[in-house]
């Protein structure tokens, strides 16, 4: 157990160094160098040469990686060559949002898909359980930000019950924070949910073929029963993989999210730091989204081996 | 043995095909010119000629969602084309030696590309090269290369233990001839129901990209952009949402349906499976 964990972390860290190596080396093709771009058409080539030593970019590629790589570490993503301030805390402050949006989806999702999937197995052969697969099939064909267009309309427009918009924090106002992020976290929630719902119908109706469920009902216990003391476990394991699989969905799908609500979080800062050409910006949040969605893979897999001890030898 | 046709390809093949037949036709003919801009016409009410009214730019709505089906469907093939074409062969290749470093290597460089989702990758080649249609297609055909490789790995370790290829293999066949006589027939069902998948993820893709503004550019007409032009009419114009997103939601609706249609059309044993449920 212990040494398939190493080696899964083993994994982890290599790819996170391989994917860093990756962004850099992108970011750095990109035309028109930081400090001219700064100081603009009219500056004097030795102002250009200054501002360069002092963003540090006349150095060597390998250095430059090294310093900001090894700062990624302790937290520290630069200083903008834009706006002069440090990257890390903006980021940090984006983060926050992020998550509570991603979380906050998930778990929508998840009270949506676990019943919902464990209801259209259970009754699959019943109209009800076809209607459940029929519009779980449906939810999977809406996007997200189209989802969030329809909930301003019918909440926001129509009912006026929940702003269409904006974002509070939750330190200003608790229930305004609710507020501001129910509809996101529906627009999030209704979509994986939907798609979650088909993997947990699967995964239930795959277990209740088993024997060690029929030898429970034959012990007598009821059908929601048996499920619940043994089918449960067995049936989360190809659940788990999925929801990190879409746990790193929901982080990209939250980006867009953030764009149809206004809110504050990372997506909206890539795409500021796009718009506004701040490449050591871009650079930094384009790597703490790659770098959580690995986190997520090694995760998933540490949650593989938890849940089912066959997987440790397996690998 | 192929099985009877299915209620899920049935639909998916109808919706599909009316996306199809809408591109095709905008070659030749659209109810008025999507990118013309007509003041006088400004949010014009469906009616006179104009089925689905028009945008604030007096834009018909109805050859707008036309033209936007090629382009959907010009991103889906060709990111598709990306995905399939880069992903297959490295699966088949990684299936025929599951035990060998290439294997392992092509497996783990597969992970990596996994973490960079379409959307990230579009950003980061919007910044570099400029965003646009190109660009995004490349994108989701990266980002999808990953679940190619996969799908085809998985299912050529499956035919490389039959019978038949250890007779060819004993026969003296080399690989590349096995490859191609033997294991790219064998799995070519499954990829065609991945494709089908990937399309519909592919359509997804590029309506959030365009969305963000890092998809097909104006004046192109795109579903996504659609949607978020109509954003801010929202509370005065809402059918302007209403139709770019029932197109883009049915269009996702029907390469799904087509690939689960498929997959028990071309997998019988699955057919079996299922019917038993």
Request: glycine fraction near 10%; avoid cysteine; charge should be positive.
């Given at each position: ?5 190493l080696?899964?972390?083993?994994v ?5 160094a391989?994917?860093?190596?990756l962004?850099?080396?992108?970011m ?7 400090a ?14 200054a ?26 993503f630069g ?22 949006l991603?979380?906050g989806g ?19 052969r ?9 519009a ?39 229930a ?11 627009s999030?929630?209704?979509?994986q ?6 993997y ?9 073929r ?19 003391r ?17 746990l790193a ?9 953030e764009r ?15 718009a ?8 930094g949040?384009?790597m ?12 998933v897999?540490?949650a ?12 | ?12 093949g ?5 996306v ?6 905008s070659?030749v ?17 469906p009616?006179?000629?104009?089925l ?9 709505t109805f ?18 084309g990306?995905a ?7 699966g088949?290749?990684?299936?025929m ?18 973490a ?11 910044a ?14 990266v980002?999808?290369?990953p ?18 290829i250890?007779?060819?293999r ?6 590349t ?21 990937s ?7 590029e ?12 004046p ?9 032009e ?7 114009t ?11 939601a ?6 799904n ?6 997959r ?14």
């Amino acid at each position: 157990m212990i040494l398939y964990l190493l080696k899964r972390l083993g994994v982890f860290v290599a790819s996170t160094a391989v994917a860093g190596v990756l962004v850099f080396a992108f970011m750095a093709v990109l035309p028109g160098d930081p400090a001219e771009v700064a100081l603009g058409v009219n500056a004097t080539p030795e102002a250009v040469a200054a501002l360069r030593a002092e963003f540090g970019t006349d150095r060597p590629a390998v250095t430059q990686f090294a310093d900001w790589f090894g700062g990624l570490v302790t937290g520290d993503f630069g200083t903008s060559y834009v706006t002069s301030a440090p990257i890390g805390p903006q980021i940090a402050e984006r983060l926050n949002v992020t998550v509570a949006l991603v979380l906050g989806g998930m778990v929508i999702a998840l009270l949506i898909a676990v019943p919902a999937g464990t209801f259209a197995a259970v009754h699959h052969r019943n109209p009800v359980g076809a209607a459940i697969s029929a519009a779980s099939q449906v939810g999977i064909a809406v996007p997200a930000f189209l989802a969030g267009i329809l909930l301003v309309f019918v909440f926001a427009v129509k009912a006026q019950a929940l702003p269409s918009g904006g974002y509070v924090p939750i330190a200003d106002d608790p229930a305004e924070w609710l507020r501001s992020l129910l509809l996101p976290w529906l627009s999030l929630g209704l979509v994986q949910g939907a798609v979650l719902t088909r993997y947990v119908r699967s995964a239930v109706l795959d277990v209740m073929r088993d024997d060690y469920l029929r030898t429970a009902r034959a012990k007598g216990r009821g059908r929601m029963g048996a499920l619940w003391r043994h089918g449960l476990r067995n049936a989360s394991v190809p659940v788990v993989t999925v929801l990190g699989l879409q746990l790193a969905t929901l982080l990209i799908g939250a980006v867009v999210v953030e764009r149809v609500f206004v809110i504050p979080g990372l997506g909206d800062l890539l795409l500021n730091g796009v718009a506004g050409r701040d490449l050591l910006l871009v650079q930094g949040v384009v790597m703490v989204l790659v770098a959580a969605v690995l986190l997520i893979n090694f995760l998933v897999d540490v949650a593989y081996a938890a849940l089912d001890p066959r997987l440790r030898g397996a690998r | 043995m192929r099985g009877r046709l299915n209620a899920s390809l049935v639909a998916g093949g109808v919706l599909v095909a009316i996306v199809v037949l809408a591109a095709l036709v905008s070659f030749v003919w659209t109810p008025h010119d999507p990118t013309l801009v007509d003041a006088a016409g400004k949010l014009r009410e469906p009616g006179d000629g104009y089925l689905l009214g028009a945008d604030k730019f007096g834009r018909d709505t109805f050859s707008q969602l036309m033209v936007g089906a090629r382009t959907t469907l010009y991103v889906g093939i060709v990111a598709v084309g990306i995905a399939a074409l880069i992903g297959t062969p490295l699966g088949v290749l990684a299936g025929m030696t599951p035990l060998g470093w290439l294997s392992e290597l092509i497996m783990r460089v597969n992970d990596l590309v996994f973490a960079f989702p379409a959307l990230l990758l579009a950003v980061m080649l919007g910044a570099v090269y400029g965003a646009g249609t190109l660009t995004a297609m490349i994108a989701i055909g990266v980002a999808t290369v990953p679940a190619f490789a996969r799908v085809a790995r998985a299912a050529t370790m499956q035919v490389m233990v039959t019978d038949y290829i250890l007779a060819a293999r004993a026969a003296g066949r080399r690989r590349t001839a096995v490859a191609f006589r033997h294991v790219l027939p064998n799995i070519s069902s499954v990829l065609i129901v991945q494709a089908s998948v990937s399309f519909a993820i592919a359509i997804l893709a590029e309506a959030a990209l365009s969305f963000l503004g890092f998809g097909t550019r104006p004046p192109i007409p795109s579903w996504g952009r659609m949607l978020q032009e109509s954003q801010e009419l929202l509370f005065s114009t809402p059918r302007l949402a209403l139709w770019p997103g029932l197109a883009i939601a049915l269009a996702v609706l029907g390469f799904n349906l087509l690939g689960d249609g498929l997959r028990d059309y071309l997998d019988p044993k699955l057919r079996r499976i299922r019917a038993e449920r």
